[in-house]
């Protein structure tokens, strides 16, 4: 099977609107750099967002996707693809979220 992710990684980052993010964690195994990953979110994640999307994040376990490997996104578009919520988008990585 050839790469479908042919950008040179740290060009290009995912980022997560965590106001649409439910933690089903469909990014995770699309991703083939291992990008992301599925966890609680922060605290300060938690209080940067409405309290209406509190309450729905509270509904989905209080579970967000988060990207620790960020630098190795090759911007595939695979993570995009499979999220269901179209919680992420790919930005150039000098680009303010």
Partial sequence: MSDPCTVAPGLWKPVIDRSRCEGKAACVPACPYNVFEVRTIAEADRQ????????????????????????????????????????????ASGSPE
């Fill in 48 to 91: 940067a967002l409405s309290f209406l999307t509190r309450l729905k994040l509270r509904v989905h376990g209080n579970r967000t996707a988060y990207t620790p490997n960020a630098d190795a996104c090759r911007a595939c578009g695979l993570c995009v693809a499979a999220c269901p919520e179209k919680a992420i988008k790919i930005v």
